[in-house]
């Protein structure tokens, strides 16, 4: 079992900047990919960002890129989400989610990560 608490929310205007984190408790974080997926209110969950590993190889949307990047610390057992240059559209819940290691890391698909976080609130006023 892997515990996920995210935070870092909270309200902020066009074109600033946030920063999200999510700590990670129970088995070993090195054998996890870790990703972040958001949902805006009446859409789906889509994938947003997502690390590998060790760290070495990142993912990201093409509505996120280069704007936010993803890294980790795998001797504290967080991965953080830097999110610049926000948009009205990054609006949404923001969560963390981690993937047991596997030969194929299908780093954008929601149902192949084994656990969830609560979710921290991501609003962007116009």
């Known amino acids: 079992q892997v515990q996920l608490v995210e935070s870092g929310g909270g309200l902020v205007q066009t074109g600033g900047s946030l920063r999200l984190s999510c700590v990670a408790s129970g088995r070993t974080f090195t054998q996890y990919t870790m990703g972040w997926f958001r949902q805006a209110p009446g859409k789906e969950r889509e994938f947003v960002a997502a690390?590998?590993?060790?760290?070495?190889?990142?993912w990201f949307s093409d509505s996120v890129k280069g704007r936010f990047t993803i890294s980790r610390d795998n001797a504290k057992n967080t991965v953080s989400l830097q999110m610049n240059s926000l948009k009205p559209e990054d609006t949404a819940i923001y969560y963390c989610?981690?993937?047991?290691?596997?030969?194929?890391?299908?780093?954008?698909?929601?149902?192949?990560?084994?656990?969830w976080g609560q979710g921290t609130q991501v609003t962007v006023s116009s």
């Open positions: 989610a981690a993937q047991y290691y596997t030969t194929i890391v299908y780093y954008a698909r929601l149902d192949k990560y084994d656990y």
């Open positions: 690390i590998s590993l060790s760290g070495a190889v990142t």
